[in-house]
């Protein structure tokens, strides 16, 4: 029932611009946190943006700070991270994750997707 589906990955040279979706159902979306977490090869898993519920607030890894941007459009239950100015330090599965403590413990996400920065 629930679903997160993550699109828009793909090859990218160092300095180009990708940009992420994840499709969300099954869950009411506009009460949920969205999350981007990533993963490199040999690496854990690290939050690299977030947005809150009403997309009013975001909060970013310093990594990607002024580079990435993280949106919502609780409209059509999509979330979206534009990655700008990418380096290979940013290849990684993407993942997206939804996420809220009240009024219950909910925590979903994505299959991934993979973000490859080489020349």
């Known amino acids: 029932q629930v679903q997160l589906v993550e699109s828009g990955g793909g090859l990218v040279q160092p300095g180009g611009s990708l940009r992420l979706s994840c499709a969300a159902s099954?869950?009411?979306?506009?009460?949920?946190?969205m999350k981007w977490y990533r993963q490199a090869p040999g690496k854990e898993r690290e939050l690299v943006a977030a947005i809150s519920s009403a997309g009013s607030t975001t909060n970013y890894a310093d990594s990607v700070k002024g580079r990435f941007f993280i949106s919502r459009t609780n409209a059509k239950n999509t979330v979206y991270l534009q990655m700008n100015s990418l380096k290979p330090e940013d290849t990684a599965v993407y993942y997206c994750?939804?996420?809220?403590?009240?009024?219950?413990?909910?925590?979903?996400w994505g299959q991934g997707t993979q973000v490859t920065v080489s020349s």
């Open positions: 099954g869950f009411i979306f506009s009460t949920y946190a």
């Open positions: 994750n939804a996420r809220r403590l009240w009024p219950s413990d909910d925590d979903y």
